[in-house]
């Protein structure tokens, strides 16, 4: 009897001192009521940016930020708010380690040291035994009927304490050992979707310092840090203050951080329930409880669930609809944060690939072909080798050796320049031919690595990857030893069809015209010598006014004359066949690194070159598409913050 007239007493006193702070509060704040119309839609909106912002479920590691959860979160929050029953509100226990304390922390809330029905403390005490055996996750806890093995239903005066139905979902802590694995997909979807997530962590198990490595741990808007310690009161806000700075960047803005000694609150329900008519009992059960700081629990699910605005049974459901707004915004920026990173990770890889290209070229004309501004390069140096071959054969064709070749003069030069000499530099490229294929392998498995490592549409899209197996498949792909020493077929045919055939003609025209010119010269001292041998007195040519003497003299000269003109339109013709060879020389130079040039851009980069563009395209696309999300992000969150503003 004594235990009943004190359980109602203390609670008349807590409905009373509620219903004073209720109407102080009304009192004091005039509120402005948010509008349902005004929560929809900023809930359209938001809805309708998802897309844009969250990637699908298959291209997500943790479920908690693929588009299909939130669009779910999203439907569940519009039929809660145009639904006229009254959702129950639901607070997600979780305990990052068997040593954290989450299951004591629910049996100190939900114990009921001053009730005469002791079978309830029992029920709640042994709430897991049989489904621990089970394998069972998750447990929900309420005053309301249970519909199936995962919920208890249980008449503790906790629930009575809120405006509106309560239930608690304890979730069984993780099975390994180890206290610093990442939570599963299950746990984090279930601590998303609740209207409060308690987390609870023993630092001397698990360091504050892992919590930042599970970015999906405090998603929740509403989401109360349990630290199973308790600490003097002096210190409480340097520690709070130290474990915010730490989990900054992962914390929703209305994060509370409690300490709290659960195990503490559950030994000074045992010392009241065994003498509860005892001074000292109750005087060390206050003193034990009150220690424990379980009732800051209490005030800050009481803040949330009951904030300062009217307290209606909508207007919980606006301040959810509002959380799990704010939590869709926060999880878009994330996901475009992420997007960024993987954007600027791409960039970077393509801007090392494109240096890397750009290398290869330069190293290419400097290891076939050496330095253009070397005056002793592959290319010189091939042609001064060949020319001294070449010279050997065009000295021996003196005039006089000339004379008794001109038909073979073509031939004999055509054979100077065909011979193996000449065909050094040809046979080095062709080995260079073996280093450019391994070297396309090589810059061709990067593309295509590069690709597999940022796997995920846009940048390695199927349209991409089908671009790139066509080039690599095409007849024109492959290096072959024809890549590079086409040139020298051109030059070569040109040297031989033109200079070396002009040269061929010369020498016929050198030696019909000087053997001309010896024959007139020697017809004519004949006549000269003839006539006066025949004793006519003066010679045949004498009517023309030359004695014999004078005519054999210009007889000979016009011989020696003739050859005297041979001689040098023999060795001018020489000397211009060889600037024709520096001529041709020097464009098959230029045809060589114009060559390789193409070879490198056409067969050796293709593949990365064309990798590489598409893959800025995309980027500079991409970048332009997440700012143009990020300004819709922004008009939203500042709505979102008015709205806030607006119920305070």
């Not at 779910?72 to 039929?79: D, N, P, V």
Request: net charge neutral; aromatic share 6%; with cysteine.
């Amino acid at each position: 009897m004594l235990r009943c007239r004190v359980k109602c007493l203390c609670t008349d006193r807590h409905r009373v001192s509620w219903l004073i702070s209720r109407s102080l509060s009304h009192a004091a704040k005039s509120k402005t009521p948010i509008q349902r119309h005004e929560i929809l839609t900023l809930l359209h909106k938001t809805n309708s940016l998802l897309p844009q912002a969250l990637p699908p479920k298959e291209r997500v590691a943790n479920s908690t930020e693929s588009l299909e959860l939130w669009k779910e979160i999203l439907s569940e929050t519009y039929t809660d708010l145009v639904s006229k029953e009254i959702p129950p509100a639901r607070i997600a226990v979780y305990g990052l380690d068997r040593w954290s304390g989450a299951r004591d922390l629910v049996t100190a809330l939900l114990e009921e040291p001053l009730t005469s029905d002791e079978s309830l403390n029992t029920r709640i005490q042994r709430r897991w035994e049989s489904r621990g055996r089970l394998g069972q996750t998750s447990l929900t806890l309420s005053s309301l009927p249970a519909h199936n093995d995962s919920e208890l239903c249980l008449p503790s005066s906790f629930f009575q304490q809120f405006p509106v139905p309560l239930q608690i979902v304890e979730l069984s802590p993780p099975s390994q050992n180890s206290a610093h694995s990442v939570i599963d997909t299950e746990t984090s979807d279930i601590l998303l979707k609740a209207d409060v997530a308690v987390i609870l962590c023993n630092p001397v198990t698990t360091p504050i310092s892992v919590l930042p490595r599970d970015p999906f741990l405090f998603r929740n808007p509403n989401t109360i840090l349990v630290v199973t310690s308790t600490i003097p009161d002096s210190n409480v806000e340097d520690l709070r203050a130290i474990i915010t700075d730490a989990l900054r960047e992962m914390t929703p803005r209305r994060f509370k951080i409690l300490f709290v000694e659960p195990s503490r609150a559950i030994a000074a329900n045992e010392v009241f329930k065994s003498d509860f008519q005892s001074p000292i009992a109750v005087q060390r059960y206050q003193d034990d409880y009150n220690g424990s700081h379980v009732s800051s629990v209490l005030n800050a699910l009481r803040e949330i669930i009951s904030p300062d605005v009217d307290l209606s049974d909508s207007s919980l459901r606006y301040q959810t609809a509002l959380a799990r707004i704010q939590a869709a915004l926060t999880t878009c920026q994330a996901a475009l944060r992420q997007a960024r990173n993987e954007m600027d990770s791409i960039a970077v890889d393509v801007c090392t690939l494109k240096t890397r290209l750009e290398e290869a070229k330069v190293r290419a004309q400097g290891e076939i072909l050496g330095r253009s501004s070397d005056s002793n390069d592959a290319v010189t140096a091939a042609l001064d080798l060949a020319a001294k071959e070449i010279k050997v054969v065009m000295d021996r064709l003196t005039w006089w050796r000339m004379i008794w070749c001109v038909d073979e003069i073509s031939l004999m030069i055509t054979q100077a320049v065909l011979q193996p000499g000449c065909q050094t530099l040809e046979r080095q490229l062709i080995l260079q031919t073996g280093r450019l294929s391994v070297l396309q392998d090589e810059i061709t498995k990067s593309m295509f690595s590069l690709l597999a490592t940022h796997s995920h549409p846009p940048f390695n899209s199927a349209v991409l990857q089908n671009l790139l197996q066509q080039l690599v498949a095409s007849s024109s792909f492959r290096v072959t030893s024809r890549t590079l020493t086409h040139p020298f077929d051109t030059r070569r045919d040109q040297i031989i069809e033109y200079p070396t055939m002009r040269l061929h003609a010369t020498a016929q025209r050198v030696t019909i015209r000087m053997g001309g010119g010896i024959a007139a010269g020697a017809g004519l001292s004949w006549f000269g010598w003839f006539g006066w041998l025949a004793g006519t007195g003066e010679n045949l040519l004498g009517t023309v006014g030359l004695d014999t003497g004078t005519a054999i003299g210009l007889g000979l000269f016009i011989a020696v004359m003739s050859v005297r003109w041979g001689v040098g339109k023999w060795e001018r013709a020489k000397k211009r066949w060889w600037e024709d060879w520096d001529r041709v020389g020097s464009g098959l130079g230029r045809d060589l690194r114009t060559t390789l040039d193409q070879a490198m851009q056409n067969n050796v980069l293709v593949v990365a070159e064309t990798g590489c563009e598409k893959l800025s395209d995309t980027i500079a696309q991409r970048r332009s598409k997440i700012e143009e999300v990020e300004e819709e992000l922004d008009t939203l969150q500042a709505t979102l913050d008015s709205l806030r503003r607006s119920s305070k």
